[in-house]
């Protein structure tokens, strides 16, 4: 029945094709744009997943996400580390600023503020200049997609100067970092020239980042610290998914993909639906010989079955594929956000696999309600 079943959908390739096409089309743009949703997603993160050396924030308990910053107070920084098992705290800067070029232009920017001694949360891949150049005066490092929005066109050299908040800095650097939520070149800075830049306040620090004892618990120092000081201590790993929660239930982020995962769906599922009616339509007169030849309604129904899921198989890889080539393609030219996890394959094989049960469906209907005495009619 198996080779029979295959005889009868490949023989006319022109039907085949097509239901492979529909397929994969809608396979595409459902991974598509699953991974994008997952990269927009991810970038929200990306400061987070960027600070490795840092396995523990501490913050505000106020806070939600990242980008929600409430300034802790310096004294905060010492409770901290007075809790027991945490091995070393540092004070940590992320915040907004305005940048003006040397042709008078002005960029928004992410400025980040790092540990003057210990240099956590550093950035780690540096394409030109040294982490020591920070020491100078008013020294700042900024990523490379900054450089290119601030100076487009130009190649990467250091000793550029911009004012931040009306204050000179020098690039002394240039590094390369996770591609943030927010479009904007990431500048970094010695925490002690933080307040060179920003008014003077009571409340500067964004946040503390710390590390436990080699062997200590992480959930037990996050613990302690929330019992003893009052603070949000959450691993870097909590942090992000509390981040990315927020996102999923404030803004419209997932709503506007799930729209058009749900078109791709529906487009998918009746296009298909159609050509394989059709395909079932034409074959019909097999279908009745196969009965009047004593084949059962069961096994025409795993006939039908086996003929779609093979579509779908096959549509299903061209379109990941396809999705995963895109994928490439644009992260190195648009930049565009992409990330391709195992569930965003697994989303997509049950949507593929809902498709060809849904088009079948419509098809064998018709099947199972023949007659098998029309072979025997002219």
């Not at 009745?288 to 779908?312: D, H, P, Y």
């Amino acid at each position: 029945m198996l080779r029979v079943a295959l005889r009868m959908l490949t023989s006319d390739r022109g039907k085949y094709l097509g239901l492979v096409v529909v397929i994969t089309f809608a396979c595409l743009l459902i991974a598509q744009q699953a991974s994008i949703f997952c990269g927009v997603l991810r970038m929200t993160t990306s400061r987070i997943r960027d600070v490795e050396d840092a396995p523990i924030w501490v913050m505000n308990p106020a806070v939600e996400y990242l980008d929600e910053v409430k300034p802790l107070r310096d004294t905060d920084l010492y409770r901290i580390r007075g809790v027991t098992g945490v091995q070393w705290a540092v004070r940590h800067f992320f915040g907004h600023g305005r940048a003006k070029l040397e042709a008078g232009s002005h960029q928004e920017i992410i400025l980040v503020g790092i540990d003057d001694q210990s240099r956590v949360a550093a950035p780690r891949e540096l394409l030109l200049g040294n982490l020591d150049d920070l020491s100078r005066h008013n020294a700042i490092l900024i990523d490379d997609r900054g450089y290119r929005i601030l100076w487009p066109g130009e190649p990467l050299r250091t000793g550029r100067t911009l004012e931040i908040n009306n204050r000179r800095g020098t690039v002394v650097g240039i590094c390369r970092t996770s591609l943030p939520f927010e479009s904007f070149p990431v500048v970094f800075m010695r925490y002690s020239q933080i307040h060179n830049y920003f008014p003077r306040e009571r409340k500067l620090m964004s946040f503390v980042l710390a590390s436990g004892a080699p062997g200590a618990s992480r959930g037990e120092i996050c613990r302690r610290i929330s019992e003893q000081t009052g603070l949000l201590a959450l691993s870097s790993r909590e942090f992000a998914w509390n981040t990315i929660y927020y996102y999923l239930t404030e803004t419209g982020i997932p709503i506007n993909f799930a729209i058009t995962v749900l078109l791709g769906f529906l487009v998918g599922t009746a296009v298909a639906g159609q050509t394989f009616y059709l395909f079932m339509i034409e074959n019909l007169k097999q279908f009745a010989v196969l009965k009047a030849m004593g084949t059962s309604n069961r096994q025409v129904v795993g006939m039908v079955l086996i003929q779609a899921l093979l579509v779908g198989l096959i549509g299903y890889g061209l379109g990941v594929g396809l999705a995963a080539v895109f994928g490439q393609f644009t992260e190195q030219t648009a930049k565009l956000a992409y990330y391709m996890p195992w569930p965003t394959l697994a989303v997509t094989g049950g949507a593929v696999v809902l498709i060809v049960l849904c088009a079948s469906l419509i098809g064998v209907r018709r099947v199972l309600s023949i007659d098998p005495a029309i072979v025997f009619k002219s």
